[in-house]
């Protein structure tokens, strides 16, 4: 159980175009979703916080209108990056956790590439 | 601001070898500690974790001891087999909001 997926697992796309990005909770209702990026050799970094009907909480540094998150439903959350860039090369960790364990379950990641 | 260092890999090892990943924190306050695991393609779990200062976590034949003293959480297992092999991030929560901050993991691989 606890088994969250990703959508797609690699992408790659021109400057200026959007990409959109999925994480679903697949045997369990996630009240609460996470969006983490990781450069190479670097630590995960807690892009924000969504609740599953309400906007996400974004961390300092990080622009909502960039990264749009929607978390329209309990078992979806979706990362779109608007207008990428080459800096936008990253690969992108979602994580879910449900209303009574205080536990986070990871996807596999995405990694974006912007050329 | 809250951190956490952990020794560069990648680590390779003998099968049945010790291991032991090197973590340490910085924190103002009492954060729980915790190491993930990261398999080929699959997404982080939580290996082992420990909430206060003298806990041990352990699973897998994996441990790892809280010392405050030293700011320190190191992974240790006695005889690594070849399915260890994998990225381990060490993390801490320090607000128990499940606000975690990670370390830049350590890739591990065992050959037989």
């Known amino acids: 159980g606890a088994v969250v997926s990703q959508h797609p697992s690699w992408v790659i796309c021109k400057s200026g175009t959007s990409v959109k990005i999925e994480c679903r909770s697949l045997?369990?209702?996630?009240?609460?979703m996470f969006w983490y990026r990781q450069f190479p050799k670097q630590s995960l970094m807690l892009m924000a916080t969504?609740?599953?009907?309400?906007?996400?909480?974004?961390e300092q540094g990080v622009e909502k209108d960039k990264f749009l998150i929607n978390h329209a439903s309990l078992t979806l959350s979706t990362l779109t990056v608007t207008s990428a860039h080459p800096e936008d090369s990253s690969f992108y960790i979602c994580?879910?956790?449900?209303?009574?364990?205080?536990?986070?379950?990871f996807g596999p990641g995405t990694r974006l590439t912007v050329l | 601001g809250d951190s956490v260092t952990q020794m560069e890999g990648p680590v390779t090892l003998s099968e049945e070898a010790f291991l032991t990943i090197n973590c340490t924190y910085t924190a103002t306050g009492y954060p729980s500690l915790f190491w993930y695991v990261q398999y080929p393609g699959e997404g982080l779990q939580l290996l082992l974790k420990a909430t206060k200062a003298d806990d041990k976590g352990s699973n897998k034949g994996f441990e790892a001891t809280y010392r405050k003293e030293t700011t320190s959480f190191h992974l240790e297992k006695g005889s690594v087999q070849v399915s260890d092999s994998a990225v381990y991030f060490c993390?801490?929560?320090?607000?128990?909001?499940?606000?975690?901050?990670f370390g830049t993991g350590t890739r591990l691989t065992v050959i037989p």
């Open positions: 994580s879910a956790q449900d209303g009574t364990h205080n536990e986070q379950f």
């Open positions: 993390a801490l929560d320090q607000t128990g909001a499940n606000n975690l901050f």
């Open positions: 969504s609740n599953e009907g309400s906007k996400a909480t974004y």
């Open positions: 045997d369990f209702q996630a009240t609460t």
